[in-house]
């Protein structure tokens, strides 16, 4: 290449940067800012998962222990510093279960219900739902049951809730409502539930008619 053509091409490097430049140089910027970020937040992530499994053990240690304040105050660390991992799901469930034993019915409710609202996975939040109805069931607070359990759950669950809501039905003395969700649940059991089917066959037949 000789000069000339050397210092043409210089030049419509020249012009092409002096147009376009400018654009490519945020968009670098921006990408590596991104990136950044990316990096920045994975890091956190893991190290807030860190921190959340160390807490854990302390929560298994305390649940263990049965002292119901503790377990109450560890449970509302793990919820408020780290709600958004899948230790804080365990944790509620584990607490509501061990202060419902301990008689504290009104803390057991509000972990179960923190788990309604917050939990990562569907599976825990119906968990949840199914266990605070029984809760309500045991409060004669039916219909506040039968509120919990109205929108349709996932097939794996449909069976538990429709036996769950026949229980709140009979409680309230709605016999036929009751024996079709009875039928329900024996309908949507899995073959492997025979233990869960026997004792839903039994509620049905003390239903009569």
Do not use: C
């Amino acid at each position: 290449m000789s000069y000339h053509e050397e210092q043409e091409t210089l030049d419509e490097l020249k012009a092409w940067w002096a147009r376009w430049g400018n654009g490519i140089t945020w968009v670098v910027l921006i990408v590596l800012v991104i990136a950044a970020g990316y990096n920045g937040w994975n890091f956190w992530q893991r190290k807030q998962t860190g921190k959340a499994a160390e807490l854990y053990e302390t929560v298994q240690q305390t649940l263990t222990g049965g002292d119901k304040d503790r377990i109450a105050q560890v449970a509302k660390r793990m919820e408020d510093d780290y709600g958004r991992s899948p230790y804080a799901q365990m944790t509620a469930l584990q607490a509501a279960k061990v202060l419902y034993l301990a008689s504290d019915t009104a803390a057991a409710k509000a972990q179960l219900q923190w788990t309604i609202d917050h939990a990562k996975d569907d599976e825990y939040r119906q968990i949840a739902r199914l266990r605070l109805a029984g809760v309500l069931l045991d409060e004669k607070s039916y219909d506040a049951g039968l509120k919990l359990l109205a929108d349709d759950p996932p097939a794996a669950f449909k069976g538990l809730f429709a036996d769950r809501r026949g229980d709140l039905l009979a409680a309230q003395g709605k016999h036929d409502d009751a024996r079709a969700a009875y039928k329900l649940a024996l309908a949507s059991a899995g073959d492997a539930d025979s233990g869960q089917k026997q004792l839903i066959q039994f509620k049905l037949d003390a239903l009569g008619g």
